[in-house]
């Protein structure tokens, strides 16, 4: 009986843990397990992406060996590169095979280098690695800026086409015989030793071979030299003459130390700047005839003026009691003198305010600065009567930076009421040519000023500037730098 109960209650156990087991995982265990997951997959994911960029860095530089391997072949069996090729046109010649009179007698690899189905993929971005061809070296290397290939594969056309080309024999195979050369059997039976024939033997000298021609390099149809700014409209056209006969060569140019770029034929634009450096040379079609030009280099020059200005007023003299606010050296971009003599107590005032300027060719005026003359009411032998003026110009371009100095002459009329013009008071300058020097290219440049537009209440003319009593009058001062001998 007792045993009956002990098997009731391990069944009815068995059952309770059965009834337990079948409840699943809770909501905690299913979220970490989703977690843990995630994690594995993304490490996964980083690995993957690092083996493949080092698979794909491994592969090019395999490939870059092998066609370093391919271009010894090539150049050891008659082949030629010229010094102007680039990446795509070395693969080009890689995949020729020699012309049918060439392939006769060559002794040597007579068929391509590569599969004419092999592609290789461009690229210029900067950063990544490629296979860039150095001419120098004759040989690609693996670099991470220019132009170059990233990677190769097999192209989609699978019926590519091989291209022939005439390579250079340096060992012929036999004409005549089954050997690798020309072979003649002279043996002879021999009736006594006295007897052998003795047959002088020709001194065959060997050909020579024909000279490479050094090609002509290009005509400018413009020399280089110092050219008038107003000859750039807004740039100069200068194209490029080939010398030599059509098919021997292709013309290469560079600007300013830029990579060379062959020469399409349309006129090369140049710009207005200080100076401008072409370089060009004619590149051999056919190395095994032709060699590549010497480079022939022009300088295109011409002169402008770029750069800003600003001035102040300092040194007045007038009367005895001359009154300003320019005492003890001090410079200011504003000038007041006199002792007013109406209710608004107003002096007499000169301010003068700067200007930049921009691309400014000798002999054309361009604003070197504004300047504004209040002509207050003030009391005699309190004036002014002439002031200092010193004007910094900062020539950015060409790079000069210089100071002058000149005189403004100062003026203060009598008020009689007759007209405005007749009480106006006024500057004059009495020299408009001004103490400014400064070399450039060789020559000299003064500066010369003049008074332009103005506002009413006033009037000017070459040297002077009249503004009405009471009034402002606001004008342009002009400058224009000129060569001198």
């Known amino acids: 009986m007792l045993s009956a109960e002990i098997m009731k209650t391990s069944i009815n156990s068995e059952e309770t843990a059965t009834r337990k087991s079948k409840k699943g995982f809770s909501l905690l265990e299913l979220l970490i397990v989703v977690a843990v997951l995630s994690s594995v997959a993304s490490a996964g994911y980083l690995l993957m992406s690092g083996l493949t960029t080092t698979v794909q860095a491994g592969k090019l530089q395999s490939d870059t060996v092998t066609l370093n391997n391919a271009v010894r072949t090539y150049l050891t069996n008659g082949g030629s590169i010229p010094g102007s090729a680039d990446a795509p046109e070395v693969l080009a010649r890689l995949k020729t095979t020699s012309d049918g009179p060439t392939r006769q007698r060559l002794a040597g690899i007579r068929g391509s280098m590569l599969d004419a189905r092999l592609r290789g993929i461009l690229t210029a971005q900067p950063g990544a690695d490629r296979a860039v061809w150095d001419p120098a070296k004759q040989r690609f290397e693996l670099k991470t800026a220019g132009v170059g290939f990233s990677a190769f594969d097999l192209g989609a056309d699978p019926a590519a086409q091989v291209v022939e080309e005439r390579r250079s024999r340096t060992m012929d195979l036999a004409a005549r015989d089954h050997w690798v050369w020309d072979f003649r059997d002279g043996s002879t039976p021999r009736a006594t030793p006295s007897a052998i024939p003795v047959k002088a033997v020709a001194n065959i000298t060997p050909p020579v071979p024909a000279p490479i021609t050094r090609l002509a390099p290009p005509d400018f149809s413009m020399p280089g030299t110092l050219y008038d700014f107003s000859a750039f409209n807004p740039n100069l056209s200068v194209s490029l003459v080939d010398r030599n006969a059509p098919g021997q060569s292709r013309l290469f140019y560079s600007i300013d130390g830029g ?79 006199g002792d007013p003599a109406t209710p608004d107590k107003k002096q007499n005032e000169l301010n003068f305010t700067g200007a930049q300027f921009e691309n400014v060719p000798p002999d054309k005026e361009f604003v070197l600065g504004t300047l504004s003359y209040y002509n207050g009411t003030t009391w005699a032998s309190t004036n002014a009567t002439s002031v200092q003026i010193a004007i910094d110009l900062d020539l950015t371009k060409p790079g000069v930076k210089e100071s002058l100095n000149f005189t403004f002459k100062l003026q203060s009329t009598p008020n009689q009421g007759k007209s405005a013009d007749a009480d106006a008071d006024y500057v004059y300058i009495p020299d408009v040519s001004t103490n400014f020097r400064t070399i450039i290219k060789g020559q000299t440049f003064a500066l010369i000023l003049r008074f332009g537009e103005h506002s009413p209440s006033g009037f000017t003319t070459i040297d002077t500037f009249h503004a009405h009593e009471s009034k402002t009058l606001r004008g342009t001062i002009y400058g224009r730098l000129t060569a001198v001998n």
């Open 259 to 337: 990579p060379w770029i062959q020469y399409s034929g349309r006129p090369l634009n140049i710009p207005p700047q200080f100076t401008t450096t072409v370089r060009a040379y004619a590149a051999a079609v056919n190395g095994e005839y032709f060699e590549d030009s010497d480079q022939r280099t022009e300088k295109y020059e011409t002169i402008f003026f770029t750069g800003s200005s600003s001035g102040k007023f300092h040194s007045p003299l007038g009367d005895a009691r001359l009154l300003t606010n320019l005492l003890g050296g001090l410079k200011l971009p504003t000038f007041k003198w």
